[in-house]
Protein backbone atom coordinates (compact mmCIF):
# COMPACT_ATOMS: atom_id res chain seq x y z
CA UNK A 1 0.00 0.00 0.00
CA UNK A 2 0.87 3.59 -0.65
CA UNK A 3 1.50 6.18 1.77
CA UNK A 4 -1.72 8.40 2.35
CA UNK A 5 -3.12 10.92 4.83
CA UNK A 6 -5.08 9.95 7.58
CA UNK A 7 -8.10 11.70 6.30
CA UNK A 8 -7.92 9.15 3.16
CA UNK A 9 -7.31 6.47 5.39
CA UNK A 10 -10.75 7.64 7.27
CA UNK A 11 -12.61 7.50 4.15
CA UNK A 12 -10.94 3.84 3.29
CA UNK A 13 -12.45 2.87 6.57
CA UNK A 14 -15.54 3.56 6.38
CA UNK A 15 -15.51 2.57 3.01
CA UNK A 16 -14.30 -0.71 4.52
CA UNK A 17 -17.02 -0.75 6.70
CA UNK A 18 -19.64 -1.15 3.99
CA UNK A 19 -20.75 2.73 4.64
CA UNK A 20 -23.08 3.73 1.55
CA UNK A 21 -24.02 7.22 2.60
CA UNK A 22 -22.65 9.36 4.97
CA UNK A 23 -24.70 13.05 6.31
CA UNK A 24 -22.42 16.02 7.06
CA UNK A 25 -21.74 20.14 6.96
CA UNK A 26 -17.98 20.53 6.20
CA UNK A 27 -15.71 23.44 7.96
CA UNK A 28 -12.62 23.88 9.00
CA UNK A 29 -11.24 21.07 10.87
CA UNK A 30 -12.82 18.28 8.93
CA UNK A 31 -12.02 19.61 6.03
CA UNK A 32 -9.47 17.00 4.88
CA UNK A 33 -11.56 14.43 4.94
CA UNK A 34 -14.08 16.15 2.51
CA UNK A 35 -10.86 15.90 -0.31
CA UNK A 36 -11.10 12.36 -0.50
CA UNK A 37 -14.72 12.37 0.14
CA UNK A 38 -15.17 13.87 -3.68
CA UNK A 39 -13.53 10.97 -5.23
CA UNK A 40 -15.18 8.17 -2.40
CA UNK A 41 -18.10 5.69 -3.96
CA UNK A 42 -19.87 7.24 -0.17
CA UNK A 43 -22.44 9.35 -1.17
CA UNK A 44 -22.20 12.75 0.79
CA UNK A 45 -25.70 14.50 1.73
CA UNK A 46 -24.99 18.00 2.94
CA UNK A 47 -27.20 18.85 5.64
CA UNK A 48 -28.62 22.26 6.47
CA UNK A 49 -27.06 21.86 10.10
CA UNK A 50 -25.26 18.96 11.68
CA UNK A 51 -28.19 18.47 14.13
CA UNK A 52 -30.15 17.74 10.67
CA UNK A 53 -27.24 15.64 9.44
CA UNK A 54 -27.55 13.44 12.74
CA UNK A 55 -31.31 13.09 12.58
CA UNK A 56 -30.45 11.81 8.60
CA UNK A 57 -28.16 9.40 9.79
CA UNK A 58 -30.39 7.67 12.46
CA UNK A 59 -33.57 7.54 10.00
CA UNK A 60 -30.97 5.96 7.82
CA UNK A 61 -30.57 3.56 10.20
CA UNK A 62 -33.99 3.25 11.66
CA UNK A 63 -35.19 2.19 7.89
CA UNK A 64 -32.69 0.12 7.07
CA UNK A 65 -31.08 -1.81 10.28
CA UNK A 66 -27.33 -0.61 9.70
CA UNK A 67 -25.33 2.08 11.17
CA UNK A 68 -26.20 5.39 10.30
CA UNK A 69 -22.90 8.50 9.44
CA UNK A 70 -22.46 11.72 10.34
CA UNK A 71 -19.71 14.69 9.94
CA UNK A 72 -19.43 17.21 11.78
CA UNK A 73 -16.34 19.94 12.15
CA UNK A 74 -14.83 21.16 15.33
CA UNK A 75 -16.51 23.42 17.75
CA UNK A 76 -20.09 24.24 16.93
CA UNK A 77 -20.22 21.72 14.24
CA UNK A 78 -19.91 18.70 17.10
CA UNK A 79 -21.82 20.75 19.34
CA UNK A 80 -24.51 20.90 17.32
CA UNK A 81 -24.34 16.76 17.40
CA UNK A 82 -25.31 16.62 20.45
CA UNK A 83 -28.89 16.51 20.46
CA UNK A 84 -28.92 13.76 18.19
CA UNK A 85 -25.96 11.80 19.27
CA UNK A 86 -28.47 11.93 22.84
CA UNK A 87 -31.65 10.95 20.83
CA UNK A 88 -30.05 7.86 19.17
CA UNK A 89 -28.29 7.09 22.59
CA UNK A 90 -32.18 7.31 24.45
CA UNK A 91 -33.24 4.81 21.49
CA UNK A 92 -30.57 2.73 21.19
CA UNK A 93 -29.97 3.82 17.30
CA UNK A 94 -26.63 2.57 15.86
CA UNK A 95 -24.78 5.81 14.65
CA UNK A 96 -21.08 6.63 13.97
CA UNK A 97 -20.46 10.07 14.23
CA UNK A 98 -17.01 11.38 12.68
CA UNK A 99 -15.79 15.12 14.21
CA UNK A 100 -13.10 17.19 13.31
CA UNK A 101 -10.56 18.56 16.03
CA UNK A 102 -8.51 21.38 16.23
CA UNK A 103 -4.65 20.32 15.60
CA UNK A 104 -3.76 18.63 18.43
CA UNK A 105 -0.57 21.23 19.47
CA UNK A 106 -4.05 23.71 19.88
CA UNK A 107 -6.10 21.74 22.05
CA UNK A 108 -6.82 23.20 25.64
CA UNK A 109 -5.57 26.81 24.43
CA UNK A 110 -8.98 27.94 23.73
CA UNK A 111 -8.24 27.41 19.83
CA UNK A 112 -10.69 29.01 17.28
CA UNK A 113 -13.61 26.29 16.78
CA UNK A 114 -12.35 24.49 19.48
CA UNK A 115 -14.60 22.49 22.11
CA UNK A 116 -14.17 19.55 24.59
CA UNK A 117 -16.30 17.09 22.41
CA UNK A 118 -15.24 13.96 23.67
CA UNK A 119 -16.65 15.29 27.25
CA UNK A 120 -19.45 17.24 25.77
CA UNK A 121 -20.56 14.02 24.46
CA UNK A 122 -19.51 11.22 26.59
CA UNK A 123 -22.11 11.13 28.21
CA UNK A 124 -24.36 11.27 25.06
CA UNK A 125 -22.54 8.49 23.26
CA UNK A 126 -22.02 4.50 24.00
CA UNK A 127 -18.36 5.13 23.41
CA UNK A 128 -16.01 8.06 22.02
CA UNK A 129 -12.52 8.30 21.18
CA UNK A 130 -9.67 10.97 20.92
CA UNK A 131 -7.69 9.74 18.17
CA UNK A 132 -3.66 11.30 18.50
CA UNK A 133 -2.33 8.75 16.44
CA UNK A 134 -2.91 8.33 12.50
CA UNK A 135 -2.00 4.81 12.80
CA UNK A 136 -4.74 3.98 14.76
CA UNK A 137 -7.79 5.27 12.69
CA UNK A 138 -8.49 2.33 10.87
CA UNK A 139 -8.60 0.23 13.83
CA UNK A 140 -10.92 2.86 15.90
CA UNK A 141 -13.21 2.99 12.71
CA UNK A 142 -13.22 -0.45 12.71
CA UNK A 143 -13.94 -0.74 16.97
CA UNK A 144 -16.57 2.21 16.55
CA UNK A 145 -18.83 0.26 14.20
CA UNK A 146 -18.55 -3.09 16.36
CA UNK A 147 -19.75 -0.69 19.78
CA UNK A 148 -22.47 0.97 17.64
CA UNK A 149 -23.93 -1.77 15.89
CA UNK A 150 -23.12 -4.53 18.91
CA UNK A 151 -24.76 -5.64 22.12
CA UNK A 152 -27.81 -2.67 22.87
CA UNK A 153 -27.51 -0.38 19.27
CA UNK A 154 -26.29 3.38 20.30
CA UNK A 155 -24.02 5.96 19.03
CA UNK A 156 -20.30 6.38 18.67
CA UNK A 157 -18.03 9.38 18.46
CA UNK A 158 -14.80 9.84 16.69
CA UNK A 159 -13.38 13.04 17.39
CA UNK A 160 -9.73 13.60 15.16
CA UNK A 161 -7.30 16.80 15.18
CA UNK A 162 -6.59 18.41 11.89
CA UNK A 163 -2.97 17.52 11.76
CA UNK A 164 -4.02 13.58 12.41
CA UNK A 165 -5.98 14.19 9.42
CA UNK A 166 -3.33 15.30 7.69
CA UNK A 167 -0.81 13.34 9.08
CA UNK A 168 0.82 10.69 6.80
CA UNK A 169 0.46 6.89 7.27
CA UNK A 170 -0.02 3.92 5.05
CA UNK A 171 -3.45 2.28 5.93
CA UNK A 172 -3.78 -1.18 6.37
CA UNK A 173 -7.17 -3.10 6.71
CA UNK A 174 -8.20 -3.79 10.59
CA UNK A 175 -7.05 -6.55 12.85
CA UNK A 176 -8.92 -8.49 15.09
CA UNK A 177 -11.15 -6.38 17.59
CA UNK A 178 -9.77 -6.58 20.82
CA UNK A 179 -12.44 -5.23 23.16
CA UNK A 180 -11.65 -7.26 26.69
CA UNK A 181 -13.83 -4.65 28.65
CA UNK A 182 -16.94 -4.80 26.16
CA UNK A 183 -18.73 -8.47 25.93
CA UNK A 184 -22.66 -8.36 25.48
CA UNK A 185 -24.43 -11.18 26.40
CA UNK A 186 -26.45 -12.11 24.29
CA UNK A 187 -27.65 -15.63 25.06
CA UNK A 188 -29.42 -15.81 27.51
CA UNK A 189 -29.32 -18.53 30.66
CA UNK A 190 -31.32 -21.75 30.14
CA UNK A 191 -32.54 -21.74 33.73
CA UNK A 192 -33.98 -18.23 33.09
CA UNK A 193 -35.39 -19.24 29.71
CA UNK A 194 -37.18 -22.64 31.56
CA UNK A 195 -38.55 -20.70 34.44
CA UNK A 196 -40.12 -18.10 32.10
CA UNK A 197 -42.00 -20.75 30.57
CA UNK A 198 -42.98 -22.39 33.36
CA UNK A 199 -44.28 -18.96 34.45
CA UNK A 200 -46.17 -18.11 31.42
CA UNK A 201 -47.78 -21.46 31.57
CA UNK A 202 -49.20 -20.73 35.30
CA UNK A 203 -50.42 -17.20 34.32
CA UNK A 204 -54.26 -16.82 33.90
CA UNK A 205 -53.80 -12.82 32.52
CA UNK A 206 -50.40 -12.90 31.02
CA UNK A 207 -49.60 -9.87 28.79
CA UNK A 208 -46.16 -9.76 26.39
CA UNK A 209 -45.08 -6.54 27.01
CA UNK A 210 -42.35 -5.64 24.38
CA UNK A 211 -40.49 -2.62 22.42
CA UNK A 212 -37.68 -1.60 20.24
CA UNK A 213 -35.39 -4.44 21.20
CA UNK A 214 -37.64 -6.30 19.28
CA UNK A 215 -37.26 -5.07 16.47
CA UNK A 216 -33.39 -3.84 16.55
CA UNK A 217 -32.61 -7.90 16.88
CA UNK A 218 -34.95 -8.89 14.56
CA UNK A 219 -37.44 -10.79 16.48
CA UNK A 220 -40.72 -9.77 15.10
CA UNK A 221 -41.61 -13.60 13.54
CA UNK A 222 -40.56 -15.21 16.70
CA UNK A 223 -42.64 -12.64 19.10
CA UNK A 224 -45.52 -13.40 16.77
CA UNK A 225 -44.97 -17.30 17.02
CA UNK A 226 -44.73 -16.95 20.89
CA UNK A 227 -48.14 -14.95 21.36
CA UNK A 228 -49.78 -17.63 19.28
CA UNK A 229 -48.49 -20.63 21.07
CA UNK A 230 -49.32 -19.14 24.50
CA UNK A 231 -52.42 -17.52 23.45
CA UNK A 232 -50.81 -14.05 24.63
CA UNK A 233 -51.85 -10.57 24.36
CA UNK A 234 -49.80 -8.26 22.88
CA UNK A 235 -48.75 -4.74 24.38
CA UNK A 236 -46.44 -2.63 22.68
CA UNK A 237 -44.14 0.38 23.42
CA UNK A 238 -44.09 3.64 21.20
CA UNK A 239 -40.90 2.50 20.15
CA UNK A 240 -41.70 -1.19 19.49
CA UNK A 241 -45.03 0.09 16.96
CA UNK A 242 -44.65 -2.50 13.98
CA UNK A 243 -42.94 -5.29 16.35
CA UNK A 244 -46.26 -7.25 15.74
CA UNK A 245 -48.82 -6.97 13.24
CA UNK A 246 -51.39 -4.52 14.13
CA UNK A 247 -54.14 -6.67 12.30
CA UNK A 248 -53.06 -10.01 14.05
CA UNK A 249 -56.06 -10.56 16.87
CA UNK A 250 -53.59 -10.75 20.06
CA UNK A 251 -52.44 -7.25 19.23
CA UNK A 252 -53.93 -4.46 21.63
CA UNK A 253 -51.75 -1.63 20.40
CA UNK A 254 -49.38 1.14 22.30
CA UNK A 255 -49.53 1.37 26.46
CA UNK A 256 -48.75 4.30 28.38
CA UNK A 257 -49.64 7.79 28.81
CA UNK A 258 -51.26 8.64 25.39
CA UNK A 259 -52.08 4.34 24.98
CA UNK A 260 -54.81 2.66 24.09
CA UNK A 261 -56.89 2.19 26.64
CA UNK A 262 -57.30 -1.51 26.79
CA UNK A 263 -53.45 -2.09 26.28
CA UNK A 264 -52.70 0.29 29.36
CA UNK A 265 -55.73 -1.40 31.34
CA UNK A 266 -54.12 -4.94 30.18
CA UNK A 267 -50.85 -4.16 31.91
CA UNK A 268 -52.63 -2.80 34.91
CA UNK A 269 -54.79 -6.11 36.04
CA UNK A 270 -52.19 -8.64 34.54
CA UNK A 271 -51.16 -11.09 36.90
CA UNK A 272 -47.82 -11.86 34.64
CA UNK A 273 -45.69 -9.22 32.57
CA UNK A 274 -43.36 -11.06 29.69
CA UNK A 275 -41.19 -7.57 29.14
CA UNK A 276 -38.73 -7.84 26.04
CA UNK A 277 -36.83 -5.20 24.64
CA UNK A 278 -38.15 -2.84 27.20
CA UNK A 279 -37.00 -0.57 29.47
CA UNK A 280 -40.03 0.67 31.92
CA UNK A 281 -39.93 4.12 30.79
CA UNK A 282 -42.12 6.65 32.98
CA UNK A 283 -44.51 7.39 29.79
CA UNK A 284 -45.12 3.35 30.10
CA UNK A 285 -45.80 3.07 33.88
CA UNK A 286 -46.68 6.43 34.93
CA UNK A 287 -46.31 5.93 38.93
CA UNK A 288 -43.90 2.96 39.40
CA UNK A 289 -45.52 2.32 42.83
CA UNK A 290 -48.84 1.68 41.55
CA UNK A 291 -48.23 0.56 38.25
CA UNK A 292 -49.11 -3.37 37.48
CA UNK A 293 -49.25 -3.91 40.85
CA UNK A 294 -50.75 -7.53 40.61
CA UNK A 295 -47.91 -8.65 37.98
CA UNK A 296 -45.17 -10.78 38.74
CA UNK A 297 -42.20 -9.60 35.92
CA UNK A 298 -39.79 -11.77 33.74
CA UNK A 299 -38.07 -9.20 32.49
CA UNK A 300 -35.44 -9.71 29.11
CA UNK A 301 -33.03 -7.16 27.73
CA UNK A 302 -29.75 -6.84 26.21
CA UNK A 303 -28.63 -4.29 28.72
CA UNK A 304 -28.40 -5.56 31.97
CA UNK A 305 -28.03 -1.90 33.40
CA UNK A 306 -32.05 -2.23 32.78
CA UNK A 307 -33.03 -4.87 34.71
CA UNK A 308 -34.47 -4.05 37.84
CA UNK A 309 -33.44 0.00 36.83
CA UNK A 310 -37.49 0.54 37.85
CA UNK A 311 -39.25 -2.33 38.03
CA UNK A 312 -37.61 -5.49 40.15
CA UNK A 313 -38.33 -8.97 38.03
CA UNK A 314 -38.85 -12.17 39.22
CA UNK A 315 -37.27 -14.13 36.28
CA UNK A 316 -34.38 -11.79 34.86
CA UNK A 317 -33.21 -12.71 31.59
CA UNK A 318 -29.90 -10.61 29.32
CA UNK A 319 -29.52 -11.69 26.16
CA UNK A 320 -30.91 -10.74 22.74
CA UNK A 321 -34.30 -10.51 21.99
CA UNK A 322 -34.75 -13.17 19.12
CA UNK A 323 -32.61 -15.75 20.92
CA UNK A 324 -35.07 -14.80 24.46
CA UNK A 325 -37.69 -15.51 22.16
CA UNK A 326 -36.23 -18.51 20.46
CA UNK A 327 -35.24 -20.24 24.23
CA UNK A 328 -38.84 -19.36 25.34
CA UNK A 329 -40.12 -21.22 21.98
CA UNK A 330 -37.84 -24.20 22.38
CA UNK A 331 -38.31 -24.20 26.38
CA UNK A 332 -42.69 -24.19 25.56
CA UNK A 333 -42.44 -26.96 23.25
CA UNK A 334 -45.63 -28.79 22.54
CA UNK A 335 -47.56 -27.56 25.45
CA UNK A 336 -51.21 -26.91 24.15
CA UNK A 337 -52.00 -23.27 24.20
CA UNK A 338 -53.41 -22.08 27.72
CA UNK A 339 -56.98 -21.42 28.13
CA UNK A 340 -57.65 -17.74 28.31
CA UNK A 341 -60.84 -17.11 27.36
CA UNK A 342 -61.88 -14.98 30.26
CA UNK A 343 -59.12 -13.00 29.79
CA UNK A 344 -59.94 -12.01 26.27
CA UNK A 345 -63.68 -11.71 27.04
CA UNK A 346 -62.28 -9.06 29.67
CA UNK A 347 -59.98 -7.22 27.00
CA UNK A 348 -62.50 -7.96 24.27
CA UNK A 349 -65.39 -6.16 26.12
CA UNK A 350 -62.66 -3.28 26.86
CA UNK A 351 -61.78 -2.79 23.18
CA UNK A 352 -65.57 -2.27 22.81
CA UNK A 353 -66.24 -0.33 25.20
CA UNK A 354 -63.14 1.89 24.92
CA UNK A 355 -62.20 2.40 21.25
CA UNK A 356 -60.22 5.51 20.04
CA UNK A 357 -62.46 7.63 18.90
CA UNK A 358 -62.40 11.52 17.47
CA UNK A 359 -65.56 13.62 15.94
CA UNK A 360 -64.88 14.61 12.54
CA UNK A 361 -68.10 17.44 11.15
CA UNK A 362 -68.57 17.61 7.40
CA UNK A 363 -68.43 21.51 8.05
CA UNK A 364 -65.03 21.36 10.03
CA UNK A 365 -62.49 21.93 11.67
CA UNK A 366 -60.41 19.52 10.32
CA UNK A 367 -59.37 17.10 13.08
CA UNK A 368 -55.84 15.66 13.11
CA UNK A 369 -56.57 12.04 13.23
CA UNK A 370 -59.34 12.52 10.14
CA UNK A 371 -55.55 13.30 8.43
CA UNK A 372 -53.68 10.76 9.48
CA UNK A 373 -56.67 8.08 8.46
CA UNK A 374 -57.07 9.74 5.25
CA UNK A 375 -52.66 9.44 4.55
CA UNK A 376 -52.99 5.77 5.91
CA UNK A 377 -56.24 4.65 3.58
CA UNK A 378 -54.44 6.24 0.41
CA UNK A 379 -51.39 4.68 1.02
CA UNK A 380 -52.79 1.16 2.05
CA UNK A 381 -50.63 1.77 5.08
CA UNK A 382 -47.51 0.73 2.81
CA UNK A 383 -45.47 3.68 3.88
CA UNK A 384 -42.53 4.58 6.47
CA UNK A 385 -44.42 7.19 8.84
CA UNK A 386 -41.66 9.57 10.27
CA UNK A 387 -43.17 11.63 13.15
CA UNK A 388 -42.08 14.63 15.45
CA UNK A 389 -42.76 14.83 18.63
CA UNK A 390 -46.30 15.92 20.31
CA UNK A 391 -49.95 15.22 19.87
CA UNK A 392 -49.07 14.84 16.28
CA UNK A 393 -46.87 11.63 17.23
CA UNK A 394 -49.47 10.34 19.01
CA UNK A 395 -52.14 10.48 16.54
CA UNK A 396 -49.94 8.62 14.17
CA UNK A 397 -48.69 5.89 16.83
CA UNK A 398 -52.77 5.94 17.67
CA UNK A 399 -54.39 5.41 14.11
CA UNK A 400 -51.72 4.25 11.72
CA UNK A 401 -51.98 0.61 11.89
CA UNK A 402 -48.75 -1.13 11.28
CA UNK A 403 -47.59 -4.57 9.51
CA UNK A 404 -43.95 -4.13 9.61
CA UNK A 405 -40.97 -3.09 11.88
CA UNK A 406 -38.70 -0.39 10.09
CA UNK A 407 -41.74 1.63 9.40
CA UNK A 408 -42.74 3.85 12.01
CA UNK A 409 -39.40 6.11 13.32
CA UNK A 410 -39.51 8.36 16.06
CA UNK A 411 -37.59 10.11 18.78
CA UNK A 412 -39.50 8.67 21.61
CA UNK A 413 -36.81 8.89 24.81
CA UNK A 414 -35.50 11.82 24.33
CA UNK A 415 -38.33 13.76 22.64
CA UNK A 416 -36.40 15.75 19.91
CA UNK A 417 -39.19 18.37 18.42
CA UNK A 418 -37.57 19.03 15.05
CA UNK A 419 -36.69 14.95 14.68
CA UNK A 420 -39.19 14.07 11.92
CA UNK A 421 -38.34 16.41 8.73
CA UNK A 422 -34.67 15.45 8.78
CA UNK A 423 -35.04 11.61 10.04
CA UNK A 424 -37.56 11.08 6.94
CA UNK A 425 -34.84 12.61 4.37
CA UNK A 426 -32.07 10.12 5.83
CA UNK A 427 -35.25 7.14 5.92
CA UNK A 428 -35.72 8.02 1.90
CA UNK A 429 -32.04 8.13 1.25
CA UNK A 430 -31.45 4.49 2.79
CA UNK A 431 -34.55 3.58 1.27
CA UNK A 432 -35.55 5.22 -1.98
CA UNK A 433 -37.92 2.23 -3.28
CA UNK A 434 -40.16 2.96 -0.33
CA UNK A 435 -42.91 5.33 0.16
CA UNK A 436 -41.47 7.80 3.30
CA UNK A 437 -44.21 9.88 4.85
CA UNK A 438 -43.52 12.42 7.80
CA UNK A 439 -46.27 13.30 10.08
CA UNK A 440 -45.31 16.31 11.75
CA UNK A 441 -46.45 19.22 13.28
CA UNK A 442 -46.07 23.03 13.02
CA UNK A 443 -43.74 23.36 15.84
CA UNK A 444 -41.58 20.88 15.08
CA UNK A 445 -41.38 21.85 11.39
CA UNK A 446 -40.78 25.22 12.15
CA UNK A 447 -37.28 24.05 13.69
CA UNK A 448 -36.09 21.84 10.78
CA UNK A 449 -37.67 22.57 8.07
CA UNK A 450 -34.60 24.30 6.53
CA UNK A 451 -33.55 20.24 5.77
CA UNK A 452 -36.65 20.13 3.50
CA UNK A 453 -33.83 22.04 1.18
CA UNK A 454 -31.28 19.33 1.48
CA UNK A 455 -33.89 17.17 -0.05
CA UNK A 456 -34.96 19.40 -3.01
CA UNK A 457 -31.05 19.19 -3.70
CA UNK A 458 -30.18 15.91 -2.95
CA UNK A 459 -33.13 14.80 -4.86
CA UNK A 460 -34.86 12.89 -2.31
CA UNK A 461 -38.73 13.14 -2.69
CA UNK A 462 -39.88 12.71 0.39
CA UNK A 463 -43.49 13.67 1.85
CA UNK A 464 -44.12 16.29 4.89
CA UNK A 465 -47.55 16.57 6.31
CA UNK A 466 -47.53 19.55 8.57
CA UNK A 467 -50.60 19.11 10.77
CA UNK A 468 -50.64 22.76 11.64
CA UNK A 469 -52.87 24.47 14.66
CA UNK A 470 -50.75 27.23 15.23
CA UNK A 471 -49.55 26.21 18.52
CA UNK A 472 -47.29 23.89 20.18
CA UNK A 473 -50.21 21.86 20.73
CA UNK A 474 -48.70 18.74 23.64
CA UNK A 475 -47.99 22.34 25.35
CA UNK A 476 -50.92 23.69 24.98
CA UNK A 477 -53.12 20.75 26.04
CA UNK A 478 -51.15 20.61 29.42
CA UNK A 479 -51.81 24.40 30.16
CA UNK A 480 -55.61 23.86 29.09
CA UNK A 481 -55.62 20.76 31.46
CA UNK A 482 -52.91 22.22 34.47
CA UNK A 483 -52.55 25.12 33.98
CA UNK A 484 -56.20 26.58 33.88
CA UNK A 485 -55.91 27.75 30.48
CA UNK A 486 -52.99 30.20 31.25
CA UNK A 487 -51.16 29.89 27.72
CA UNK A 488 -48.23 31.36 27.97
CA UNK A 489 -45.63 31.18 24.97
CA UNK A 490 -47.39 28.55 23.12
CA UNK A 491 -48.96 30.47 20.20
CA UNK A 492 -46.76 30.11 17.03
CA UNK A 493 -49.59 32.82 15.36
CA UNK A 494 -50.58 32.09 11.39
CA UNK A 495 -48.00 34.02 9.88
CA UNK A 496 -46.49 31.36 7.93
CA UNK A 497 -47.55 30.54 3.76
CA UNK A 498 -46.36 26.74 4.11
CA UNK A 499 -47.10 26.60 0.64
CA UNK A 500 -45.38 29.49 -0.93
CA UNK A 501 -42.51 28.42 2.18
CA UNK A 502 -42.50 24.81 0.27
CA UNK A 503 -42.00 26.71 -3.26
CA UNK A 504 -39.38 28.74 -2.09
CA UNK A 505 -37.17 25.66 -1.24
CA UNK A 506 -37.43 23.76 -4.04
CA UNK A 507 -40.88 21.38 -2.89
CA UNK A 508 -44.35 21.37 -3.80
CA UNK A 509 -46.91 23.12 -1.61
CA UNK A 510 -50.48 21.89 -0.90
CA UNK A 511 -52.53 23.12 1.60
CA UNK A 512 -56.37 21.61 2.94
CA UNK A 513 -58.29 23.93 5.27
CA UNK A 514 -61.72 21.98 5.32
CA UNK A 515 -62.25 18.12 5.68
CA UNK A 516 -63.49 17.93 1.84
CA UNK A 517 -60.34 18.80 0.40
CA UNK A 518 -58.56 16.35 3.15
CA UNK A 519 -58.35 13.03 0.65
CA UNK A 520 -57.41 15.35 -2.70
CA UNK A 521 -54.35 17.04 -0.90
CA UNK A 522 -53.32 13.54 0.13
CA UNK A 523 -54.50 12.05 -3.14
CA UNK A 524 -52.12 15.21 -4.54
CA UNK A 525 -48.92 14.56 -2.97
CA UNK A 526 -48.93 10.78 -3.50
CA UNK A 527 -49.04 11.45 -7.40
CA UNK A 528 -45.95 13.89 -7.57
CA UNK A 529 -42.82 11.73 -6.93
CA UNK A 530 -39.68 13.87 -8.56
CA UNK A 531 -40.07 16.55 -6.08
CA UNK A 532 -40.39 16.60 -2.29
CA UNK A 533 -43.70 17.78 -0.95
CA UNK A 534 -45.12 19.29 1.86
CA UNK A 535 -48.94 19.21 2.73
CA UNK A 536 -50.62 21.91 5.10
CA UNK A 537 -53.24 20.64 7.09
CA UNK A 538 -55.25 23.56 9.06
CA UNK A 539 -56.32 21.80 12.26
CA UNK A 540 -58.65 22.25 15.23
CA UNK A 541 -56.27 23.46 17.42
CA UNK A 542 -58.33 22.87 20.31
CA UNK A 543 -58.00 18.99 20.06
CA UNK A 544 -56.68 17.09 22.31
CA UNK A 545 -55.14 13.37 22.78
CA UNK A 546 -56.80 11.01 24.49
CA UNK A 547 -56.97 8.38 25.70
CA UNK A 548 -54.49 10.30 29.12
CA UNK A 549 -52.96 9.08 32.52
CA UNK A 550 -51.79 12.66 33.72
CA UNK A 551 -47.59 12.77 34.34
CA UNK A 552 -46.35 10.65 37.41
CA UNK A 553 -50.17 9.46 37.78
CA UNK A 554 -51.46 5.86 38.12
CA UNK A 555 -52.64 4.02 34.63
CA UNK A 556 -55.78 3.26 36.65
CA UNK A 557 -56.77 6.52 36.31
CA UNK A 558 -57.21 7.35 32.61
CA UNK A 559 -58.84 10.07 30.89
CA UNK A 560 -60.91 9.00 27.56
CA UNK A 561 -61.87 12.04 26.56
CA UNK A 562 -63.03 15.51 27.51
CA UNK A 563 -65.83 13.98 29.28
CA UNK A 564 -63.96 12.84 31.85
CA UNK A 565 -62.53 15.66 32.84
Not at 455 to 469: D, G, M, S, W
Amino acid sequence: MSETTGAHALIKSLEHEGVEVAFGVPGGAILPVYDPLLDSPIRHVLARHEQGAGHMAQGYAWATGKVGVTIATSGPGATNLVTPLADALMDSVPLVAVTGQVPTYAVGNDAFQEAYTTGITLPATKHNYFVTDVEEISSVVHEAFHIASSGRPGPVLIDIPKDVLNARTVWSEPGELHLPGYKPTTKPHPRRIAEAAEMIAAAERPVLYVGGGIIKAEATEQLTALAEATGAPVVTTLMGRGAMSDHHPNVLGMSGMHGVYTATSAMQKADLLVAIGVRFDDRVTGDPEAFAPFAKVIHADIDPAEIGKVREPEVPIVGDARQVLVGLLEAWGERETPNLDKWWTTLRNWQEDYPLRYDQQDDGPIKPQYVIEQIYEATGGDATVVAGVGQHQMWASQFWKFDDPRRWINSGGLGTMGFAVPAAVGAKVGTPDELVYAIDGDGCFQMTFQEMITAAEENVPVKVAVINNRAYGMVRQWQRLFYNERFSASDLGSGIDYVKLAEGMGCVGLRAEKPEEVADVVSRSLEINDRPVITEFVVDRDEMVFPMVPAGGSNDIIINGPEDL
